[in-house]
């Protein structure tokens, strides 16, 4: 069954500097993997739990439209994203896929 999952990505990272090329890249993969997905610009904030400092977000909000739980589509999508994250520099990226949301880290440490 085809159903939706979805990655959201931040336009910018935490100094405020442009994640242009990166995103670029992410699409790619997305497209490559994937055939399409839909996008959307939106907004969001988390708190680091260790400084208590709030960041906020200018994000992307990827849809991608395949066959969840297919563990090969599972797989694939969770290596974007751990992708996106170690280009990025981010601590996590997050994904909810077929309706299950997680924070995925680097395969980079």
């Known amino acids: 069954m085809i159903t939706e999952s979805k990655l959201i990505l931040p336009k910018c990272d935490n100094e405020g500097y442009s994640l242009h090329n990166e995103i670029a890249m992410i699409e790619t993969a997305i497209l490559q993997q994937f055939g399409g997905y839909n996008v959307a610009e939106s907004k969001g904030a988390w708190r680091d739990d ?60």
């Open 50 to 109: 260790k400084t208590g400092k709030v960041y906020r977000d200018e994000c992307l909000t990827y849809t991608i439209a395949a066959e969840w739980p297919l563990p090969d589509n599972c797989i694939a999508l969770r290596h974007i994203a751990s992708y996106a994250c170690a280009i990025m520099q981010q601590e996590c990226i997050y994904m909810c896929l077929d309706g299950q949301v997680e924070f995925v880290e680097s395969y980079v440490k």
